[in-house]
């Protein structure tokens, strides 16, 4: 059947190559636990709950495609190879170009084949490379996975499909992929069932969409009218939608405005830049590029601004200072703005969207001034910059500039704003970063740009921290294994460059509660790798983890609260364990000979510290060191240095050796033979110090 394709016995191999990176399109919504049986539940992809909103849409107004008249419509296609009875599958790829409406029609095909819509989830692709096994597999619930941005898949992805695909099966699962045609080719590595997506009509989705939000404006989209100029049965689907969400907001008579809006104000600023085209109006123009760059602003800071715009194209100020030149009123009636609440200026008050629209048009029809408007922005956030304080207004700004035609200039100064190494200037550039590292189109090539930085052999220390400040941001919420893939590069340098940041880094996306176990779990497996950059990386970054940095609340507390067993020493040996990653991290730590030295001084600063309570530290202590007593060094750990040992620490010390040397069992107690005996008896004073030698005669 045209369009179809139906699953094939898999057999041989095919070379694939995977890019690096890919974007998100849906993360709203609650994030839920989901599993299956090939990795632990840390490793799996977040799992995005859809927006309640939309799924009634899709329920209500989902549109089919034109080309589905006379035939079986893509959508009962799809549910019949997800649900028939012979060889289901349990997975469907939907292929076709991205903005055609594939994920409207892959939320309609769970729905149809029975999944409710609290179980239907996005998934979040923090990963840097496609691996079938995070890809979550719980009974009756339905994954969205968007391929879209790969032009290549990796071949082991199609191979893993295949036992995915059993998994889901067995619990009832489903998992429907949104993939280009020129990506998807699994050859005969993999049998997956493969629908080929037709557009639906333009005119029709804006209409549904319209009728959900303001069904007594359906008449707005009617032949004939303003808006309908602008809409036919071929406009993609997600500029239909975005037709429909400008005519619902706007006034009741704003249809002439809505048609502008949508276009992006294109010929009102057309006409506003002819009519303001002298030398005369070089001020006027300069305010107004202002107001849009910080709209919302107070009045002040904005006209200020604006000044300073232009002065740097060569302005000269009218003599007078503040009384020269016209009223506030009257400057703000030539460019079109009103001031809103407590003194602050609006384009998009009485034209919504505008302050976006005239930055877009002056950075795509001025080429050359793009790098005086970056150089301004940089001035007037620098310190004591007049906008300093709106710096996240103006990260935004420019982040919609770097997504647009010539946003390479945006990054190529972010990288000179680095280099400057002032505090300020990489305040800007990490605001810029984080916003452009999360951007839905830029997004993929700004993650790409920051690994090949961090691993960059001249790096500088400007540069590290302020990727390592990144991962720490938006960047480390969103896409947190993306995030510490790039720490995991800056804390391997042999050079240290950026050291402090990472360990920061670290710790910070270590505090939150919904990341603990996945920020763990990663940099514990990097400290047992068998490659040594890696393995060095893992243990430096875990090390970080059990810092117990003045004015910082112990991040590492919260993994020995919640990790920690009261008697871990029977627990140990299960190293596969979840619960046991914390005390592997730090024997993997331990066992490094390069840091062994750095997780005994870290242990021995645990176990002098009041603000550690004693369940943890002599659970954690304990774990750690058990097989561990003949190593170097130990005995000057639990001796402690003189005059560097707190009494917390004396005390505890006395607790942890003779928890250490007790017997294994009561029957080891009772036998007198050498297999039974723990070791000689070791020598406490009475203050409770450990007398030399005493560890290190004891069998281990």
């Known amino acids: 059947m045209s369009g179809e394709e139906e699953p094939r016995e898999e057999t041989v191999h095919q070379e694939a190559e995977a890019s690096d990176h890919a974007k998100v399109t849906q993360v709203a919504g609650d994030y839920a636990e989901h599993h299956h049986t090939h990795v632990r539940g840390w490793e799996y992809l977040k799992a995005v709950g859809v927006d309640p909103a939309e799924l009634a849409l899709v329920e209500k107004e989902y549109v089919h495609a034109v080309a589905d ?11 019949r190879l997800l649900k028939r009875p012979v060889g289901r599958h349990n997975i469907v790829v939907l292929t076709g170009t991205a903005g055609t409406g594939r994920r409207t029609t892959a939320l309609r095909v769970l729905q149809d084949v029975g999944v409710a819509g609290e179980e239907i989830h996005s998934l979040v692709l923090d990963w840097d490379r496609p691996r079938t096994e995070q890809i979550p597999c719980t009974p009756g619930n339905g994954f969205l996975l968007d391929l879209s941005d790969y032009r290549t898949l990796p071949e082991d992805f199609y191979q893993g499909l295949s036992g995915y695909q059993k998994e889901a099966v067995g619990v009832g699962a489903y998992l429907v992929i949104l993939a280009a045609p020129s990506t998807w080719k699994p050859g005969t590595m993999a049998s997956i069932a493969r629908v080929e997506h037709a557009q ?16 007594d404006r359906l008449d707005w989209l009617d032949e004939g009218r303003t808006l309908a100029e602008v809409l036919s049965a071929t406009t993609p689907p997600a500029v239909a939608v975005r037709l429909a969400r400008i005519a619902a907001a706007a006034a009741s008579d704003g249809e002439a405005d809505a048609k502008s809006e949508f276009e992006n104000w294109h010929g009102h ?23 849009a760059l910080l709209e919302g602003v107070p009045a002040d800071v904005v006209m200020a601004a604006g000044d300073r715009l232009f002065s740097e194209v060569d302005g000269t100020l009218p003599p007078g200072g503040p ?58 956030t620098g310190p004591k910059g007049i906008a300093a304080k709106y710096r996240g207004h103006i990260a935004e700004a420019i982040t919609r500039l770097a997504a647009a035609p010539g946003g390479h200039v945006v990054l190529s100064v972010v990288s000179d704003w680095t280099a400057m190494d002032t505090a300020t200037h990489r305040k800007l550039a990490v605001g810029i970063l984080d916003s452009t590292a999360t951007h ?22 400007s540069l590290a921290t302020t990727i390592a400040d990144v991962c720490a941001g938006r960047l480390g919420q969103v896409y947190p294994r993306v995030a510490l893939t790039r720490l995991r590069l800056l804390a391997s340098r042999t050079d240290r460059r950026g050291a402090d940041a990472v360990a920061r880094s670290i710790r910070t996306l270590a505090a939150e509660t919904d990341l603990r176990d996945l920020v763990l779990g ?10 040594a950059v890696i393995r060095q990386a893992g243990a430096t970054a875990f090390l970080a983890l059990t810092a117990l940095v003045e004015g910082e609340t112990p991040v590492a507390l919260e993994f020995a609260e919640a990790e920690v067993e009261p008697d871990l020493a029977s627990a140990i040996e299960e ?91 009561p029957e080891a107690a009772l036998d ?6 723990s070791g000689p008896p070791v020598d406490v004073t009475s203050s409770g110090i450990i007398e030399p030698g005493a560890l290190d005669a004891t069998p281990v």
């Open 69 to 79: 008249i006379g035939q079986e419509r893509q959508v009962d296609r799809a549910v």
């Open 200 to 215: 639906p009509s333009g005119t029709a989705v804006a209409k549904g969409h319209l009728r959900q939000y303001r069904p």
């Open 269 to 291: 600023l057309v006409g506003w830049f002819e009519k303001h085209e002298g030398v005369d109006h070089l001020r006027d123009r300069a305010l107004l590029i202002a107001a």
């Open 323 to 380: 009384l020269g030149g016209p009223d506030l009123e009257t400057r703000l009636k030539i460019i079109g703005a009103e001031c809103v609440g407590d003194d602050a200026l609006s384009l998009s008050e009485l034209r919504h969207g505008l302050h976006e629209a005239v930055l877009a048009h002056v950075w795509k029809q001025r080429p050359l001034l793009r790098g005086v408007l970056l150089r301004w922005a940089s001035d007037i």
């Open 440 to 461: 839905p189109g830029i997004g993929v090539a700004v993650r790409k740009r920051l690994y090949d930085m961090a691993g960059h052999k001249k790096l500088s220390e």
């Open 522 to 531: 990663e940099i514990v497996e990097w400290a047992e790798d068998g490659d």
């Open 575 to 665: 190293d596969a364990a979840e619960g046991e990653l914390f005390v592997r991290g730090w024997r993997a730590a331990w066992s490094h000979a390069p840091t062994t030295d750095q997780a005994m001084q870290a242990l021995a600063a645990w176990l002098n510290s009041p603000a550690v309570p004693d369940r943890q530290v002599l659970g954690t202590a304990e774990a750690v060191l058990s097989g561990n007593l003949g190593d170097a060094g130990v005995s000057h750990l639990l001796l402690g240095e003189e005059g560097g040992i707190t009494e917390t620490g004396r005390r505890r010390r006395q607790i942890l050796l003779e928890s250490l040397l007790a017997p294994a069992s």
């Open 672 to 677: 007198p033979s050498p297999e039974g005996a």
